[in-house]
């Protein structure tokens, strides 16, 4: 069964870039999409964007454009760029795997498999 | 945009609860269910509204088609005990629900 796991550092400042890795282990970055969810403390969920191994990308333009997701298949890992951070970029951040599922004729897409979550704040 | 009710809900072990989940436009069934425990990433539950992710218990279904959709747990366990959220796979940007939290009563 496929595994992911997060790295990265725990605090950034304001105003820096945070770069968060997801490493897949137990099975192959090729032909998935690869997704990146956050979840700032005591909140819901949100969706950041996801990477098709492709390279093709999609964002959520809540983020103004500050978001850049990327492969590297020969480390069998994809990372997250997140520019100009503030207090509100704190949360836990997950990667997941989205993949489609086949029902009922058609295709329907989830996120099946996710990491553990890393915890990011955005403190001076 | 996803909408879900109630916000949080108070059963009893045993007990039989529905949850509902709105979306503002027609998504037909691209609808999934997660379920969180704390400290936890979420886990997949239900997709296209009504197929059961495998490796989920039987006690748990989802309904629903267009708009209007829900989760139900026929008879509750302790380890049901979570939050619950709806996301919609129509399009993007990929949205979800504001979550459920299920606690003991």
């Known amino acids: 069964q496929v595994q992911l796991q997060e790295s990265g550092p725990g605090v950034v400042k304001p105003s820096e870039t945070l770069s968060l890795t997801c490493s897949v282990s137990d099975g192959s970055i090729s032909g998935y999409y690869w997704s990146w969810i956050r979840q700032p403390p005591g909140k819901g969920l949100e969706w950041i964007g996801f990477i098709h191994y492709s390279g093709t990308t999609d964002y959520n333009p809540s983020l103004k454009g500050r978001v850049t997701i990327s492969l590297d298949t020969s480390s069998n890992r994809f990372s997250l760029k997140l520019r100009g951070l503030t207090a509100a970029d704190t949360a836990v951040y997950y990667c997941a795997r989205r993949q489609s599922q086949y029902q009922l004729l058609s295709y329907y897409y989830v996120m099946d498999v996710w990491g553990q979550g890393t915890s990011v704040t955005v403190s001076s | 945009q996803m909408t879900q009710s109630p916000s949080s809900l108070s059963a009893s072990v045993g007990d039989r609860v529905t949850i509902t989940c709105r979306s503002s436009h027609n998504i037909n069934t691209n609808l999934n269910w997660y379920q969180q425990k704390p400290g936890k990433a979420p886990k997949l539950l239900i997709f296209?509204?009504?197929s059961l992710q495998s490796g989920v218990p039987s006690r748990f279904s989802g309904d629903g088609f267009g708009t209007d959709f829900t989760l139900a747990i026929s008879s509750l366990q302790p380890e049901d005990f979570a939050t619950y959220y709806c996301q919609q796979s129509f399009n993007t940007p990929v949205t979800f629900g504001p979550g459920t939290r299920l606690e003991i009563k």
């Open positions: 296209a509204a009504s």
